[in-house]
């Protein structure tokens, strides 16, 4: 047998990749007939709570993890749900600005009705504890029982695809970087790039709109 040649053991185990059996890569935003499918869902089975987590999702277009930690107060002034907020980011610890829009400002005064509570409180709390706030794990699998509600694969979903659906729209609406980039509070264009999965075919489908 030559040299430096050596051949695998027969009692070693192949390992098995960590992805086996698993969808990587980006998750898809949900399309315009998916968010309305998704509402009618959570407005048929009496989902207040979810209907106002699913709507702030796609108008905040916040991670799991700041989405998650909002308290009342940084949506509600006065008595009222703001039109827009600014929070901090955990992760870049930049703010970052967000409008409410009428439909999810109706949504969210309905859970806040039904929940109560003070301005420093959670608006989504934990099921343990009053004084946590709701898990991003959590979070997951509620997305993934409403996307599977209207038909969807839940794997081809995540909580990022709630971060990505607004923005998508609006740069396949409007074709403006720049805009996506500050909502979604990048620091670096690249990274809306990357993020929005554009490609050649977008930069020639916008340049061929164009007529000079």
């Known amino acids: 047998m030559e040299q430096g040649i050596r051949f695998p053991s027969p009692t070693l185990k192949t ?3 960590w992805n086996a059996g698993k969808m990587v890569g980006a998750k898809r935003a949900l399309k315009e007939k998916h968010v309305w499918a998704i509402r009618f869902w959570l407005a048929h089975e009496g989902r207040i709570r979810d209907r106002a ?9 916040l991670r799991g993890c700041d989405l998650v930690t909002l308290r009342i107060g940084d949506i509600v002034t006065s008595g009222q749900i703001r039109s827009r907020a ?5 992760k870049t610890k930049r703010p970052v600005q967000f ?3 009428e439909t999810t400002r109706e949504s969210v005064r309905a859970w806040l009705e039904h929940r109560g509570g003070s301005l420093q409180d ?3 709390p934990s099921r343990l504890s009053a004084k946590a706030h709701l898990g ?8 993934d029982e409403w996307v599977e509600a209207v038909g969807l694969i839940p794997g081809e979903y995540g909580t990022h695809s709630m971060r990505r659906t607004k923005v998508a729209m609006i740069y396949k609406r409007t074709g403006n970087l720049r805009a996506v980039q500050i909502l979604l509070g990048h620091t670096k264009l690249d990274s809306t790039v990357r993020y929005l999965g554009v ?3 977008d930069a020639l489908a916008l340049s061929e709109a164009t007529d000079l």
């Open 99 to 101: 409008e409410i829009t």
């Open 15 to 17: 390992q098995t990749p």
């Open 122 to 124: 959670f608006i989504f």
């Open 136 to 143: 991003t794990r959590q979070y997951a699998r509620l997305l």
């Open 199 to 201: 490609d050649v075919e």
């Open 53 to 61: 987590l699913f709507d702030l999702a796609l108008d905040s277009k």
């Open 86 to 90: 600014m929070i901090v980011q955990q």
